[in-house]
């Protein structure tokens, strides 16, 4: 990172180390859960509203029949709920049930349990300061524009 803004490589050993922690209790939780990433990533795309088979495939660059199976697996242990289009009696349409959405949540309590770890270690000024500070990194990362999810 040599030559590089100082700002620009704090924000970057930031990522990293947000990432390191994020990713390992992600990864514990996958373990504890018998879940495969591919199949928590299914979970949330369904979450999202991305509710057939294609979708979840897509969005996770797996083939359809692979994303079929998936499905069916998340259907056996009951983390969704796969029905007809009423639209299209051909389509099926995914959506979470309530067990779903419950792994969904602590998938998120785990990843986040080592941010309230570090929020126990800052002072109330720190806090106050590290906050301000991510309201204008939001706000200035607002401005950039929407992003767009990546084609498969």
Do not use: C
């Not at 990843?111 to 126990?120: G, P, Y």
């Amino acid at each position: 990172m040599d030559g590089q803004d100082p700002f620009v490589s704090a924000l970057h050993d930031w990522t990293q180390v947000f990432m390191r922690y994020s990713m390992r209790d992600f990864l514990l939780f996958s373990k504890k859960t018998g879940l495969s990433m591919s199949q928590l990533g299914a979970m949330f795309r369904i979450n999202e509203g991305k509710s057939s088979v294609s979708d979840v495939g897509g969005g996770l660059g797996i083939t359809n029949a692979a994303g079929s199976q998936m499905v069916d697996r998340l259907v056996q242990l009951g983390l969704i709920l796969r029905s007809e289009d009423p639209d299209d009696r051909r389509a099926k349409q995914l959506k979470l049930t309530d067990k779903g959405r419950s792994v969904l949540n602590e998938t998120f309590h785990a990843r986040q349990a080592w941010l309230r770890e570090l929020a126990s270690r800052l002072s109330p000024e720190e806090k106050q300061q590290v906050t301000a500070a991510f309201h204008l990194l939001i706000q200035k990362a607002d401005q950039l524009g929407s992003v767009s999810e990546p084609e498969p």
